[in-house]
């Protein structure tokens, strides 16, 4: 069974850089056909998607942090990372790392496997 942690600073100041891992256990990150996405959820808000690394190692990131965004990935260690720059308080979330046969979908029932969610707070 696929499971999936992720790992990383719980409070960020603001200007930083934000870094997250997810550590994956029970399946291969370069597995044909699976998408490995990043999902936040802001206090009282909805999820959503960050970005995403394919089987394959490309990434694809979502219009609207695209800017600030980049992902990687470690597969002697089968884990992915995110990287997120010049934090604000609007970044603080729930972050999860997910799952999934496609990259940007915001369905999230077709996410198979999540991550159990890392709070991360953004404050000086």
């Known amino acids: 069974q696929v499971q999936l942690q992720e790992s990383g600073p719980g409070l960020v100041k603001p200007s930083q850089t934000l870094s997250l891992t997810c550590t994956v256990s029970g399946g291969s990150i370069t597995s044909n056909r699976y998408y490995w996405s990043w999902v936040r959820q802001p206090p009282g808000k909805g999820l959503e998607w960050i970005g995403a690394?394919?089987?394959?190692?490309?990434?694809y990131l979502s219009p609207s942090l695209k800017t600030r965004t980049s992902m990687s990935r470690d597969t002697s260690k089968n884990q992915f990372i995110l990287q997120l720059s010049s934090v604000t308080p609007e970044d603080t979330a729930v972050y999860y790392c997910a799952r999934g046969v496609q990259y940007g979908s915001t369905l999230w029932d077709e996410y198979d496997n999540w991550g159990q969610g890392t709070q991360v707070t953004v404050s000086s």
């Open positions: 690394i394919g089987y394959r190692g490309t990434s």
